[in-house]
């Protein structure tokens, strides 16, 4: 195991979005502390936790990056997923209690059959292990306790759901590896279990890799061991391995300020209205940058002024 705390820290001031690869075993926090420990950054955040079995594209956001966390919550995602048919499992997943199935197990076919009515708009009822609060405590705390856990059903939406690849070596007890792409909030523990209780068998989730969370993708992640030797290398290093703030919301529309007036009055938090107008189509945040391109802020459309939500620039006269 490496010593991350002997790794030097590059230091305070780093502000921008790192798409680290997360193996599995360690929890999403874990990544986050070690981020944290190995940048020196006071504020890590994430955009939407992964099991510790899961693998796969975990975004995590420095400094002033923390702000924008919010525009990405939303975001959809996409997942390779290996679901094991034969057993039910009491966390619908590999880390519960597994309980095996009676009969044969299903064949690719039934199991392509089963698929259409899970895509679409959909009602899921989340697994009991889960962070979903009921009644003001976690799911997963009352489970444990051995409290029986009523989960309220809710909508998801899943526009991708297809069979890669398919073992039948052992009948009785199948794999198969699905592709899908779904709303955030969206169970992919759920959906192996579903997709078992609609062939008449049991299932869970045997693995899972998160392959896009929003516009993040695998093809851009950073592994930990690339950030441990980023951190070792200096400040210059691991900054290098940031993307800009405002990465993955070209969604939203953009407004450029130009005068120096203009960004002092928005970097205070006033009202402003730029002399390059602003889209009048706008019915959500939108982005503010200045003359070059540089992102300083979101703000939302008044008329004809802007009306700031979040402002990332310093106001002028503010300490360093």
Known sequence: MPDDRAIARPGRGLDGILVVAKPPGPTSHDVVGLVRRLSGARRVGHGGTLDPFAAGVLPLFLGRATRVVEYHLGDRKAYRATVCFGATSTTDDLEGELARSGGPGPSREAVERALPPLRGRITQVPPAYSAIKVGGRRAYALARAGETVVMP????????????????????????????????????????????????????????TRTASGPFTLAGTVTLDELRAAAGEGSGA??????????????????????????????????????????QTADGPVRVVGPVGELLGIARVAGTRLAPDKVLVDAPGSPA
């Open 238 to 279: 691991f900054a290098a391995l940031l993307r800009p703030v405002d990465a993955g919301l070209d969604a939203l529309p953009v407004v450029t300020l130009d005068g120096d007036d203009e960004i002092a009055a928005f970097a205070r938090g006033q009202h402003v209205t730029p002399a390059a107008g602003v889209p």
């Open 153 to 208: 059903p809710r909508e998801v939406d899943i526009d991708r759901l297809e069979i890669e690849e398919w073992d039948a070596t052992d009948g009785d007890r199948p794999v198969a590896v699905i592709e899908v792409r779904c709303s955030a909030g969206t169970y992919i523990r759920a959906l192996a279990r579903d997709l078992g209780a609609a062939v008449g068998n049991g299932a869970y989730l045997g693995a899972l």
